[in-house]
């Protein structure tokens, strides 16, 4: 009978440690070993960041791995902001869709700021380390403008400026030289042969 007692108080602890050991798989054995690249890198505000992930069957990335998926794969990677930042989203998730078969992309668009690029954005925690083959987070700087930066508008409009001020003085030269009168030129005759 005591052993019996002592069977029954072992199921639910062998059972409860079971689940633990089972539990504290890493969330990425659900996603084979893969790698992130950013395309610009360092894009303007509004331009449109491409997002390249492909899985691999090894943590060096040697070897593919054929990894299929229907549908967009969601929550694997999440760019969030870092810092304030008023009427901005805090979290801008990548949709991905297989392009093929180890090969996914994602596209989107982010405000100005900076931003930190998470791979398994809802697993452990956003400083968690997956450890070798899956990425590092990635910075990323979003500019404001790819062009002139915030400079954009008063070099437009000292442009336009100084445009005006050359039609003006090209327009004040021609009137005066209209105005003088010319020495006349008596012509002379030609002879025909």
Do not use: C
């Not at 996914?104 to 954005?121: I, K, N, S, Y």
């Not at 002139?148 to 445009?163: C, D, I, K, R, S």
């Amino acid at each position: 009978m005591v052993a019996t007692r002592r069977l029954r108080q072992l199921i639910p602890a062998l059972l409860g440690a079971g689940l633990i050991f089972a539990s504290a798989a890493p969330a990425a054995a659900k996603m084979p070993y893969f790698s992130v690249e950013l395309d610009p890198a360092q894009p303007a505000a509004g331009e449109l960041i491409t997002v390249t992930v492909r899985t691999w069957a090894d943590a060096e990335h040697s070897q593919q791995y054929g990894f299929t998926y229907e549908g967009p794969l969601t929550e694997v990677v999440e760019f969030q902001r870092r810092g304030e930042g008023t009427g901005v989203p805090a979290l801008v998730p990548v949709p991905l869709r297989m392009v093929e078969a180890d090969l996914f992309r994602g596209a989107v668009t982010l405000p100005v700021g900076e931003w930190r690029l998470w791979a398994f954005p809802h697993g452990r925690g956003a400083d968690s380390d997956y450890g070798p083959g899956y990425p590092s987070p990635i910075d990323v700087v979003v500019r404001q403008d790819a062009g002139f930066g915030g400079w954009a508008v008063p070099v437009t409009l000292g442009g336009a400026l100084a445009a005006a001020v050359v039609v003006v003085i090209a327009f004040a030269t021609r009137w005066q030289t209209m105005r003088v009168p010319r020495a006349r030129v008596t012509p002379r005759p030609t002879s025909m042969p």
